[in-house]
């Protein structure tokens, strides 16, 4: 077992804090892992305050994982000591149903095995995610990074880029093609410039004017405030795709209208309550909604070499992990662009 520092939430109720727990010793198909930088995601707040029911106690939280291979199993063949490595939102599955078998992981039959507040297939222990020094991950569930990026801008990459880049490419976005992001945030920055990598023509949707300037910046080609009537009634009929990344409540009929015929809206937001959406408004125009989950480690690679060949990574605010609890208060006012990451190195003081 290898003493581990980390940070957790004691009960949905607790301040993150200082934490110690022992990992697991490095198996035959293992790779343990000097984490350096940990993204911060808003699923993890939700987790720790048990807002989704479920939460396991003592919880260090963090999917979005970067760092340096320190010891590889016996076993390993796909990593040696020194390489750069990534963990995203899973560590394990089932491996023998067919989605597993067809590379499509988060979708396993019987349950991902989450980086943490999950429980281990073999032992049914706790998983302990990247709020921490290190980690032990089965080289499956492992993933190259490029040393041509910053670490810290790859980091969110591992959940804020997966889910907005698998959808994108699971409609086949391509030149040609309207797209428009809705809400700019964690997830729609990492959407506007994948699109716009893909050779979309793309909108930003955002209900704050203050978001244009960094629409622009990222790479949009249109911004439109959503609160305008005249400016959604000119849209109407307008996009082949929307990817709506809102998770506060909003009405998904509002948008369905923007599409065209045979016009999809992928949803990767989770808003707190059901959203209703009469039959005519697909009906009508051939449309569909679509929902999408993160992605399969093959796919997770396969965006992980795309970002690195057209310089592509996360716009990140750096932080110590003294201040987590605070930039949880500012992640809930939105106040970030567009993602919170810890330098790991600051728990190892």
């Known amino acids: 077992m290898t003493a581990t520092k980390g940070y957790a939430a004691q ?26 930088y940990c993204g911060v995601c808003h699923s993890d707040l939700h987790q720790i305050r048990d807002e989704w029911g479920g939460s396991i106690f003592p919880m260090v939280p963090g999917h979005e994982i970067v760092g340096r291979i320190t010891q590889v199993g016996s076993h390993v063949t796909k990593f040696k000591v020194g390489d750069l490595a990534g963990v995203g939102c899973f560590v394990d599955s089932c491996r023998t149903c067919q989605n597993c078998k067809d590379g499509i992981e988060q979708y396993c039959d019987e349950g991902m095995v989450g980086t943490y ?9 706790p998983t302990y995610g990247g709020y921490s020094t290190s980690i032990v991950v089965d080289e499956n569930y492992t993933l190259h990074v490029s040393d041509k990026l910053p670490l810290s801008g790859v980091a969110p990459l591992l959940c804020a880029g997966i889910t907005t880049y698998s959808p994108l490419r699971h409609v086949g976005v391509t030149k040609g093609h309207k797209v428009a992001v809705l809400g700019l945030g964690g997830l729609g920055h990492m959407a506007v410039k994948f699109a716009v990598a893909f050779g979309a023509e793309v909108t930003m949707l955002s209900s ?5 300037a960094d629409a622009e910046r990222l790479g949009a080609h249109h911004f439109a405030l959503t609160s305008d009537a005249e400016t959604m009634k000119g849209l109407q009929n307008s996009f082949d795709f929307i990817l709506n990344t809102v998770s506060a409540p909003h009405d998904y009929n509002t948008y369905l209208n923007l599409l065209r015929t045979n016009g999809t809206m992928i949803v990767v937001g989770v808003p707190p309550s059901p959203s209703q959406v009469p039959a005519f408004n697909l009906i009508a125009k051939r449309r569909s909604i679509i929902g999408s989950l993160i992605g399969g480690i093959k796919e997770t690679q396969e965006m992980l070499d795309f970002c690195a060949e057209h310089n592509i990574v996360s716009d990140v605010e750096i932080i110590d992990i003294d201040k987590i609890n605070e930039s949880y208060e500012r992640m809930l006012k939105g106040d970030v662009r567009y993602r919170f990451v810890i330098d790991i190195a600051s728990l190892k003081k």
Not at 19 to 32: I, K, L, W, Y
Not at 117 to 125: F, S
């Open 11 to 36: 009960s949905a109720t607790t301040p993150l804090a200082p934490f110690s727990f022992e990992r697991r010793d490095t198996g035959a198909h293992d790779v343990q892992i000097e984490i350096l």
């Open 117 to 125: 507040n999950g429980r281990e297939r073999l032992t049914g222990a």
């Open 208 to 212: 704050s004017p203050s978001k244009a």
